[in-house]
C-alpha cells in the first residue's frame, strides 16, 4: 500500500514517517518554492543556473529579494536573453542570402588572386594570369603574353603584381595585373565599382582591392545580423522605451559592414542595399579588420528602428511579407485563411488583379495591401532608401515612356510602366508603391512604418501582444482564456510605464501566475 501511494503521490508521504498520519496523499501545492523560484528567474533571466553562493544566500531570507530580480534584470546576462528573445521573432539570420555577384569576388588560385568571371573579358577565356611578375609599358599598360591553350584557345595573359588588401593591410599578396587595376573610370566611361565596369577591360578591384569581396559574404552578412541585435541591446543600455525599438534605434556599424557600406554597396547580388539606406558620408571610417569595433550611427526620420534595418528588409524581401511579419509578431494578428478555406470565385473574378478586390483573396489583402504600403520606399529584394526628392511619387517621363516606349532603367525598376490589366494603365508613371492605393492609403507610403507602430500603439494592439508575447517566453506556454484579465492587466501596467521592458518582465515574472507554472 504504501509504495503504491508513493507512485500516485510522486514522493513519499507524509505518513511514511509518522505512523499516526492519515493513509491519502496531501493536496500538491503548485506554488514554487523560494529555490525552485531562484532557479526558474535565474534560467529565464540570465539563461544559466544560480551559483550554489547565490542558493545559499536565500536560506538567510523568507524568498527572492526584489533586489536581486531589479540586479538580473540589469545584467548583461539579460540583455543577451533579450536579444535572443528577437531572434527567435525576427529570424534574422542571412547565412543564404548572396550580396555579392561572382564577377565581384575573387578566388585564390596557387596564392595568386584573381576574378575568374572576368578572365574572358581581360584574357580570352576564364583563365588565371601567369605566375610571374607583371610588367608595363612607358605609357603604364599592362604587357601580355599570348598563349595557347590546352583546348587551343589562344589568351593573352599578364603577370601579377603586389597588393596590400583592404582584409590584410599588413600583408602583400599576388594578384593578377588585370584584377588589381585601380582606376575609377574605365576606358569605356564605366564607373568601375559599378556593375558596369564588370564590361570594362580597364576596370579592376580598385585600391586595395576595395571593390571586390574576399570571404565577404559572410563577414557582412554577420554584421548585418549583429546591427540588429544592437539595436536591442541599445534599447535597454539607454533605458529607451520598448517602442523606440520599432521607430528610431540607430544603426550600427563594424569594419566589414561600414567597408561594405562605403566601398561594396553597389556590387550587388540577387538583393541590393541600393540607393543607400544611410547616406556615405554618415558611415565613419573603420578599417575592415575590425570586426569587435562597433560604433552608433544616427538615420534619419525614414526610418522605423528594426523594422528598416538592412537585416529586417533582407530577411523579409516583399512590402507583403514585411507587413505580415509585423501583423502577425508585433500585433498577434497573422494573416490566415477563414476556416474551411477561400470561398469558390467566379472566373471573371479570379482574372481581378487589384488583390484587394478579388473574391477570396480581398479577405486579407484589404488590410495587408494598405499595410504592406508603410514599406513602399524600401525597395523590395533589397535595403535600400527611395528618397522622395529623387524618387518622386508620380514623373511624367515614366507616364510617358509607358505609352511610347524608351523607359529609362530608373522607370523601368521603380515606376509603373507596364499593365497586365486595363486597370494598372490608370497608374503609369507612379512610384510601384502607389499602384492600387487609395487616397486615403497614399500618406502610408510617406511616412514608412513608423506610422504604422504609431498607430497600432493608439488602439493598444502593439503593447497587448508584446505583453503576450513576453509572458508566453516566460511562462513557457500562451495565456489560457481564464488569464486573459491578467494579460490585460499587465499590458495596461506596460503602457502606464511609458513601454519598459524591464517592468513589463519584472511584472510578469513576480507574478502569481509565474510562480504557479511548473
Given at each position: 500500500m504504501c509504495a503504491l501511494l508513493v507512485l500516485l503521490c510522486g514522493s513519499s508521504p507524509a505518513w511514511a514517517q509518522d505512523n499516526d498520519a492519515p493513509l491519502w496523499c496531501a493536496?500538491?501545492?503548485?506554488?514554487?518554492s523560494a529555490p525552485e523560484y531562484l532557479r526558474a528567474l535565474s534560467l529565464d533571466l540570465r539563461g544559466k543556473l544560480p551559483s550554489p553562493g547565490e542558493y545559499e544566500a536565500l536560506e538567510t531570507v523568507s524568498d527572492v529579494p526584489d533586489s536581486l530580480i531589479d540586479e538580473w534584470l540589469?545584467?548583461?546576462?539579460?540583455?543577451?536573453?533579450?536579444?535572443?528573445?528577437?531572434?527567435?521573432?525576427?529570424?534574422?539570420?542571412l547565412s543564404n542570402i548572396?550580396?555579392?555577384?561572382?564577377?565581384?569576388?575573387?578566388?585564390?588560385?596557387?596564392?595568386?588572386?584573381?576574378?575568374?568571371?572576368?578572365?574572358?573579358?581581360?584574357?580570352?577565356?576564364?583563365?588565371?594570369?601567369?605566375?610571374?611578375e607583371a610588367t608595363f609599358t612607358a605609357a603604364g599598360e599592362i604587357v601580355t603574353t599570348e598563349i595557347t591553350e590546352n583546348n587551343g584557345m589562344v589568351t593573352q595573359r599578364e603577370g601579377w603584381v603586389w597588393v596590400a588588401p583592404y582584409w590584410a593591410p599588413d600583408t602583400l599578396i599576388k594578384v593578377c595585373a588585370f584584377d588589381a587595376q585601380e582606376e575609377a573610370v574605365g576606358p569605356t566611361g564605366a564607373s568601375c565599382d559599378r556593375p558596369a565596369g564588370y564590361q570594362d577591360a580597364g576596370c579592376g578591384c580598385g585600391p586595395n582591392l576595395q571593390w571586390c569581396a574576399w570571404k565577404s559574404n559572410e563577414a557582412v552578412s554577420e554584421a548585418l545580423e549583429q546591427d540588429l541585435n544592437r539595436?536591442?541591446?541599445?534599447?535597454?543600455?539607454?533605458?529607451?522605451?520598448?517602442?523606440?525599438?520599432?521607430?528610431q534605434a540607430p544603426?550600427?556599424?563594424?569594419?566589414?559592414?561600414?567597408h561594405f557600406l562605403k566601398h561594396q554597396v553597389f556590387v550587388h547580388n540577387t538583393v541590393s542595399l541600393e540607393p543607400s539606406p544611410v547616406p556615405v558620408q554618415q558611415i565613419p571610417d573603420i578599417p575592415y579588420t575590425e570586426v569587435d569595433t562597433w560604433v552608433e550611427i544616427p538615420v534619419g526620420s525614414q526610418h522605423a528602428g528594426i523594422l528598416t534595418s538592412p537585416a529586417f528588409l533582407l530577411r523579409f524581401q516583399t512590402n507583403r511579407a514585411r507587413a505580415s511579419k509585423y501583423y502577425a509578431d508585433f500585433l498577434c494578428s497573422p494573416f490566415q485563411p477563414p476556416p474551411g478555406g477561400l470561398p469558390p470565385s467566379t472566373d471573371e473574378e479570379a482574372l481581378e488583379v487589384d488583390l484587394?478586390?478579388?473574391a477570396g483573396c480581398k479577405l486579407c489583402h484589404s488590410l495587408l495591401e494598405p499595410a504592406a504600403s508603410h514599406w513602399g520606399r524600401w525597395p523590395e529584394q533589397g535595403g535600400g532608401y527611395l528618397n522622395p526628392e529623387e524618387y518622386t511619387p508620380y514623373r511624367e517621363d515614366c507616364a510617358l515612356c509607358a505609352v511610347n516606349g524608351g523607359c529609362s532603367q530608373l522607370c523601368r525598376d521603380r515606376y509603373v510602366t507596364e499593365a497586365i490589366a486595363h486597370s494598372e494603365k490608370a497608374y503609369f508613371g507612379w512610384l510601384q508603391a502607389y499602384l492600387f492605393r487609395r487616397p486615403e492609403h497614399k500618406i502610408f507610403v510617406e511616412e514608412g512604418p513608423r506610422l504604422l507602430v504609431e498607430s497600432t500603439m493608439v488602439d493598444d494592439r502593439l503593447p497587448s501582444c508584446v505583453t503576450a508575447k513576453m509572458s508566453r517566453w516566460l511562462l513557457g506556454r500562451p495565456a489560457l482564456a481564464e488569464e486573459e484579465g491578467w494579460l490585460a492587466d499587465v499590458a495596461m501596467q506596460f503602457v502606464a510605464n511609458g513601454y519598459d521592458v524591464r517592468a513589463l518582465v519584472k511584472a510578469i515574472v513576480t507574478s502569481d501566475m509565474y510562480r504557479n507554472v511548473r
Open positions: 493536496e500538491p501545492s503548485t506554488w514554487t540589469a545584467s548583461p546576462e539579460f540583455g543577451a536573453r533579450l536579444v535572443r528573445f528577437h531572434r527567435s521573432i525576427l529570424w534574422n539570420n548572396g550580396l555579392f555577384q561572382g564577377r565581384a569576388t575573387l578566388r585564390e588560385n596557387g596564392d595568386i588572386y584573381w576574378r575568374r568571371d572576368l578572365g574572358d573579358l581581360y584574357r580570352g577565356e576564364d583563365v588565371r594570369c601567369l605566375d610571374e539595436r536591442v541591446l541599445w534599447l535597454l543600455e539607454n533605458n529607451r522605451p520598448y517602442t523606440d525599438l520599432l521607430t544603426a550600427f556599424v563594424n569594419g566589414p559592414l561600414a484587394q478586390k478579388r
